[in-house]
């Protein structure tokens, strides 16, 4: 009976120290980015992949340059406790719709092309579905062959209408299991979650 309350002290006190420490995910802006888009963009991300993405300030980049420019900027700006950087950005010039390198630690969207004719619910659901997908590149994840899984290959954003919006249990698992190798902060029950209007 000692023994199991001294094992499970322990054992707590180890999951506190660990939710405190570790690297997290970095998630900022550039351009015109409306604040409650990376307010939602940073819940969906936790919410769905149970581990802790923390706000940077907005970043100040000429968004006129191309996206990779933007990211490594991105990364440099970066907390040595961040694992990775997301950036949303709106670039002023037609560009790709996003760049990830995970050997750089960093991802950018292009959230014009992500844009749904006026529907804020639409965009911040396509915002949230493609930071999935890229912290996932971050991590070195596959494309998943299952349909039901936000990582599934798609051709057109509309497609993400229709696609899962989280990840299939495998790759939920693939994903806790390397966020654990790379050391990552996990999401405890305590850490907030507020969706913004
Ligand atoms: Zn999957």
Not at 10 to 35: H, I, N, Q
Not at 140 to 145: A, E, K, N, R, T
Not at 165 to 172: H, I, K, L, Q, S
Request: hydrophobic share 45%; with cysteine.
């Amino acid at each position: 009976m000692k023994k199991w309350m001294l094992c499970s002290l322990g054992l707590w006190m180890a999951t506190l120290g660990y939710a405190e420490s570790g690297r997290v995910f970095t998630l900022t802006t550039a351009g015109d980015v409306a604040p409650g888009l990376k307010a939602n963009a940073r819940a969906y991300l936790q919410d769905n992949s149970g581990v802790v993405v923390e706000a940077a300030a907005d970043l100040e980049v000429d968004v006129s340059r191309p996206l990779d420019e933007i990211g490594r900027e991105a990364a440099e700006a970066m907390e040595d406790s961040s694992f990775a950087v997301i950036v949303l950005a709106r670039p002023t010039e037609e560009r790709p719709q996003g760049v990830c390198l995970p050997h750089e630690h960093f991802a950018v969207l292009n959230i014009a092309k992500l844009e749904a004719a006026g529907d804020p619910a639409k965009l911040s659901r396509r915002i949230g579905q493609e930071g999935l997908r890229v912290m996932a590149m971050l991590l070195d994840m596959s494309p998943c062959p299952f349909p039901l899984c936000v990582l599934v290959g798609y051709d057109k954003p509309e497609e993400l209408d229709q696609m899962s919006g989280n990840f299939c249990p495998p790759c939920r698992d693939r994903f806790a299991r390397l966020s654990a190798e790379k050391g990552l902060r996990m999401l405890s029950e305590g850490d907030e979650i507020v969706l913004s209007e």
